[in-house]
């Protein structure tokens, strides 16, 4: 079982949709982060997460470090947010990422 | 302020040959990850260094793979004498440092493709 889930891996949304993307982890954290990466293209850092609650424009992403889940929301969905959406956890002495094996948003104009 | 750069973006190798990736840290930043993306599957930790120190190198393979980051200059991954299965998407991330309030600052990629 990973250390990281995401669901779903695959998301087909109409224009102006509202989206959720979940994701859970099983190991101690001390920060979750949500990352963008389009087809081909390189990893942008969405949000960085310790507790609550996340807002920047259409998107929003919590967290629940006691049901160690995490959401990220995106409102008023657009073609534009089409791409892939990565939870990924910071672990260990050392920080490293630990990566979920990401959602594939399409959305449809 | 430039952010992290790999460089070259796009890598293509002959099986058998070596390939050097390369990152330069966002400035200030003194601490690198390393992470692959194969086709398909997704991003797994490689290594962390600090400068002139491998501080994390659970993630890299055995053999054929070695990385550095000397006092001067950038952040070397180098792979020697690649396969067809090193085929992936290599990633730079950069810190300032190991707190748990660190940003994650990714590098473009390099895409290697051996032939």
């Known amino acids: 079982k990973n250390e990281v889930e995401q669901s779903p891996q695959n998301l087909t949304a109409q224009e102006g949709e509202f989206i959720t993307i979940n994701c859970s982890y099983s190991?101690?954290?001390?920060?979750l982060h949500w990352l963008q990466q389009h087809p081909g293209g390189g990893i942008v850092s969405l949000f960085m997460?310790?507790?609550g609650k996340k807002k920047h424009g259409r998107l929003i992403a919590t967290i629940n470090i006691q049901e160690k889940h995490s959401s990220l929301h995106i409102t008023a969905s657009h073609p534009r947010d089409s791409a892939v959406y990565i939870c990924?956890?910071?672990?260990?002495?050392?920080?490293?990422?630990?990566f979920g094996t990401g959602t594939l948003l399409a959305v449809q104009p | 302020n430039a952010g992290v750069m790999q460089n070259p973006r796009h890598l293509v190798r002959r099986r058998g040959q070596e390939a050097r990736l390369r990152c330069s840290p966002m400035?200030?930043?003194?601490?690198v990850y390393w992470y692959r993306q194969l086709p398909e599957e997704g991003l797994k930790f490689m290594v962390y260094?600090?400068?002139?120190?491998?501080?994390?190198e659970s993630g890299m393979p055995k053999e054929r793979f070695s990385a550095e980051f000397p006092k001067e200059g950038p952040s070397i991954l180098r792979i020697q004498q690649v396969v067809r299965g090193d085929s992936a998407a290599y990633f730079c991330?950069?810190?300032?440092?190991?707190?748990?309030?660190?940003?994650?600052?990714f590098g473009q990629g390099t895409r290697l493709t051996v032939v």
């Open positions: 991330a950069s810190s300032p440092s190991t707190s748990r309030n660190t940003e994650a600052f």
């Open positions: 190991v101690g954290i001390s920060a």
């Open positions: 997460l310790s507790s």
């Open positions: 990924a956890v910071r672990s260990g002495a050392t920080n490293k990422l630990i």
């Open positions: 400035k200030g930043h003194s601490h």
């Open positions: 260094l600090q400068k002139e120190n491998i501080i994390d």
